[in-house]
């Protein structure tokens, strides 16, 4: 091992592992050396209708390009998640609710009441029509019926849309309409830090532009006064009173779709990841049992939200697959106080939890007195996702919340990936604070530089994946071009994960950040072109160039340059206008920390922008721009620096 720091598996943690070192060693090598025998073992812990013959069945080419799993096997996500354990583990917790308010009462839901709230789910949304591969939009706060919706999907094949309750209007009709959803089920309000977040008033906005929206089912959640359109809008607790909790599931193809998630590209509109049923559900189960160390009884807690795929994945499917119990958060961690996520925990006496490095990084902001006022003894294991995590964070969280005793697991995946590809198992793997470790099972990376070039030993480069894995998506929806385009096409038969890489001389992975225009605000996946957008669809805005900059909280804080049309005059009015606008446009995710007005932006003579140099401006880096001699116009670089902004 080199000479940072490094924390070995603790010796308790290796005797009793599922998977201890030299059992990683050698299953991670039969995924790799035969993985059709790995993966036919493997798929098999998931329970088929009609059992898969066929294991895998891929290709990364252009002439022969696709991608399946399982593909002759027949099964139902819903009846995995719930009918199969009703036997054995029927009366145990499979979801516990957790409330904005600290005085609110927790909701404790068995497994064999969740199946009775999936079905009576499922048959609301047949009576209102819908059918196997509709596609339908959940727009809801993180309540138990979020979960139920979900599963009632899964459970009548039709293809859920979950779309983040931060959202506005503008960014949800663009989801609606992309996949041409018929249905969307929402709730009156969320709530959230306190604060409620009009979500049926932004649906009924939306849907004015969504001529596919024939009904909307809105729950209860608040009971705050919402308006309903005759004929489209019903209350969900209405017409579940009147259809029974018994609905079979339909047996679905391995490949079938099984949800459709926007996420933000470096260019155009977000893209429609579809996963499909048999793979995803088999690397989101295993995942979850493998790197969380997931025993039965135990309580595991998820802090995300299910409207992006860590909520998807070790919120509902990986947790529910496994029988396990999971723990909904409806509210924020630091909300009433910066104690509350561990007030949480020891509420709910929380084994597992996992988070994100912005919430850390915002907790340990307030100092350990919030979190050692609490007591924790009943965590065991963390995780965190989402960014890379700076190794302050990372032993801040060991030492402190964790106090030593928690192993910490940094898991690197994307939305595109399914559930995690790069992290360190529990029982297996020593510990490096920043790095994510190694790969999972059947995970093939590549380190490679611009042109391809594949580098060997300790490196830094761009990660690429040489395989595909089960949990891979399928295709972008209705632009399978876009897939192969976006993912296949800069490294001939790669699959590009658009992050920087460093491998070190122990074979560790260093997820160094996006190396495209996508960045990561407090964990939240952003385009930069989104943004853009946006603020040029303002009336005063000629254009604009957005990029991402270092910040203390939030990992990149968003760093807007605007140039007003001719006539228009910067001021801090305006200023605010802009921000304002672009929270309106996309969703209060979106915020532009910064907005510099300049008069023109440095561009090459062929008129594209250099936003290596509009990234180092943000950075305060200003003392070495590179080469500006290809600008159209070289002195525009100046002004840029003596009007920074901040
Ligand atoms: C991007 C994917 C993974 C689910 C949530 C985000 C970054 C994610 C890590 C990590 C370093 C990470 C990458 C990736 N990322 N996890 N553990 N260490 N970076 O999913 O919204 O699709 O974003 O998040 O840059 O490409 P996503």
């Given at each position: 091992m080199s000479a940072e720091t490094v924390i070995p598996v603790p010796a308790e943690w290796a005797a009793r592992a599922k998977v201890d070192t030299a059992r990683y060693a050698e299953m991670y090598r039969q995924s790799l050396g035969a993985p059709d025998a790995f993966w036919l073992e493997h798929g098999r812990r998931i329970d088929w209708i009609k059992p898969f013959t066929k294991v895998s069945n891929w290709s990364f080419d252009e002439a022969d390009f696709g991608i399946k799993w399982f593909e002759d096997g027949v099964l139902n996500v819903s009846a995995n998640c719930l009918d199969r354990h009703l036997e054995s583990r029927g009366d145990d917790i499979a979801i516990i609710w957790e409330p904005d308010d600290p005085k609110a009462e927790p909701r404790r839901i068995s497994y064999r009441e969740l199946h009775a709230e999936v079905c009576r789910f499922a048959n609301v949304l047949k009576a209102a029509g819908a059918k196997k591969g509709d596609r339908i939009t959940i727009y809801l706060p993180m309540i138990p019926e979020a979960a139920f919706a979900m599963l009632a999907c899964t459970r009548i094949g039709a293809i859920h849309s979950v779309v983040f309750g931060g959202f506005s209007p503008d960014s949800i009709a663009g989801r609606v309409q992309d996949c041409d959803s018929n249905i969307i089920i929402t709730a009156d309000e969320g709530l959230r830090g306190g604060r409620k977040v009009a979500l049926k008033a932004n649906v009924d906005v939306a849907v004015e532009s969504c001529p596919s929206v024939k009904k909307v089912v809105v729950v209860r959640h608040t009971g705050g006064e919402v308006a309903m359109t005759a004929g489209r809008d019903f209350w969900y607790h209405e017409a579940a009173a009147g259809v029974s909790a018994d609905c079979p599931p339909e047996p679905m193809g391995a490949e079938d779709p099984l949800f459709i998630l926007y996420t933000s590209g470096s260019t155009g509109k977000p893209k429609g990841v579809l996963h499909t049923t048999g793979g995803y559900l088999v690397w989101a189960s295993l995942t979850h049992e493998l790197l969380f160390d997931y025993r039965r009884g135990e309580i595991y807690w998820c802090a995300a939200d299910v409207g992006w795929v860590t909520g998807h994945s070790y919120i509902v499917y990986g947790p529910l697959a496994n029988g396990a119990t999971t723990l909904m958060y409806e509210g924020v961690p630091n909300w009433p106080t910066p104690s509350r996520i561990w007030e949480v925990v020891d509420r709910h006496q929380v084994n597992i939890l996992y988070t994100a490095p912005t919430v850390l990084r915002s907790l340990m902001r307030e100092g350990d007195g919030p979190v050692t006022s609490?007591?924790?003894?009943?965590?065991r294991l963390l995780g965190t996702v989402g960014e890379p995590i700076n190794p302050e964070a990372w032993l801040w969280y060991h030492r402190v919340p964790g106090e030593g005793r928690c192993p910490i697991i940094d898991t690197w995946w994307q939305t595109e990936t399914g559930a995690a590809m790069i992290a360190p198992f529990p029982g297996a793997t020593d510990l490096k604070p920043g790095s994510a470790t190694k790969p999972f099972f059947g995970v093939a990376l590549e380190i490679v530089d611009a042109d391809g070039k594949v580098l060997e030993g300790a490196t830094e480069g761009n990660l690429v994946v040489t395989r595909s894995w089960p949990g891979q998506m399928r295709t972008v929806w209705g632009d399978h071009a876009r897939f192969f385009q976006t993912y296949f096409s800069t490294y001939k038969g790669k699959y590009f994960t658009g992050d920087g890489c460093r491998r070190d001389a122990d074979g560790y992975f260093w997820i160094t950040g996006r190396v495209d225009d996508v960045i990561n605000v407090s964990g939240h996946r952003m385009g930069t072109a989104e943004v853009e957008s946006a603020l040029v669809a303002h009336a005063k805005v000629a254009e604009a160039a957005v990029v991402g900059f270092p910040h203390d909280i939030k990992g990149q804080g968003i760093y807007a340059y605007v140039t007003l049309n001719a006539g228009e005059e910067p001021s801090d009015d305006l200023r605010s206008e802009l921000v304002k606008w672009v929270r309106t446009e996309i969703g209060p995710i979106a915020t532009p920390d910064t907005i510099q007005f300049s008069p023109g932006l440095p561009k090459t003579r062929s008129g594209k922008i250099m936003r290596r140099i509009l990234r180092k401006i943000a950075e305060g880096d200003t003392s070495n721009l590179g080469d500006t001699t290809t600008l159209a116009d070289p002195s525009v670089v100046d002004s840029l620096v003596a009007n920074r902004a901040r």
């Open positions: 609490t007591s924790r003894k009943s965590l």
